[in-house]
T-cell receptor, first 115, second 112 residues
Framework: DTAVSQTPKYLVTQMGNDKSIKCEQN?????MYWYKQDSKKFLKIMFS???????INETVPNRFSPKSPDKAHLNLHINSLELGDSAVYFC??????????????FGPGTRLLVL | GDSVTQMEGPVTLSEEAFLTINCTYT??????LFWYVQYPGEGLQLLLK?????DKGSNKGFEATYRKETTSFHLEKGSVQVSDSAVYFC???????????FGSGTRLQVQP
């Protein structure tokens, strides 16, 4: 059973399009995250949700909008895609019961290429 | 704010060589420390972790000790294999902040 899953795994699209990435976790965790990994492999937090409530929103363009319909899902919608959005996007989850110090479990990543 | 610094790569070793990847951190609270590994084309996997000073995390022959006095969490392995070739990330998760802060990653290449 896959603990944290993401769809799609690969996404190739044109500039200006709108796209969504979906994430699901079956670990019963309360907290979910989106991270962005750039071409130099650097990883940075974008958003964090705890019990469907947004708790971290880093300096991310408002073209990016996360949505958490329930504790097990956290989706990422991106409007008006730009070349610089090309990256690997990772979803992660954690139990959320130790004030932020607990282990996070990552999905396989979504490789987005904007042409 | 919090930050993690790890040694630049790539690190190229021959099989069975000793590995050390240095990692130092700054944090405002009392963080947990992690090493994650990313194999080519794959996602991040937790390799090991430590949650308090002097704790040693270990897994698959890799070890790292949480050193509060030197704010370090260096990764070591006594004898690397070709299958260990990957990118290794040091990370911390600080009290009250629900996000990991990552180092820049260190690529390890092990040659037969």
């Amino acid at each position: 059973d896959t603990a944290v899953s993401q769809t799609p795994k690969y996404l190739v699209t044109q500039m200006g399009n709108d796209k969504s990435i979906k994430c699901e976790q079956n670990l019963g965790h309360d907290t979910m995250y989106w991270y962005k990994q750039d071409s130099k492999k650097f990883l940075k937090i974008m958003f964090s949700y705890n019990n469907k409530e947004l708790i971290i929103n880093e300096t991310v363009p408002n073209r990016f909008s996360p949505k958490s319909p329930d504790k097990a899902h956290l989706n990422l919608h991106i409007n008006s895609l730009e070349l610089g959005d090309s990256a690997v996007y990772f979803c992660a989850s954690s139990q959320g019961n130790t004030g932020g110090r607990e282990t996070q479990y990552f999905g396989p990543g979504t490789r987005l290429l904007v042409l | 704010g919090d930050s993690v610094t790890q040694m630049e790569g790539p690190v190229t070793l021959s099989e069975e060589a000793f590995l050390t990847i240095n990692c130092t951190y700054t944090a405002t609270g009392y963080p947990s420390l992690f090493w994650y590994v990313q194999y080519p084309g794959e996602g991040l996997q937790l390799l090991l972790k430590a949650t308090k000073a002097d704790d040693k995390g270990s897994n698959k022959g890799f070890e790292a000790t949480y050193r509060k006095e030197t704010t370090s969490f260096h990764l070591e392995k006594g004898s690397v294999q070709v299958s260990d070739s990957a990118v290794y990330f040091c990370a911390l998760s600080d009290t009250g902040r629900r996000a990991l802060t990552f180092g820049s990653g260190t690529r390890l290449q092990v040659q037969p």
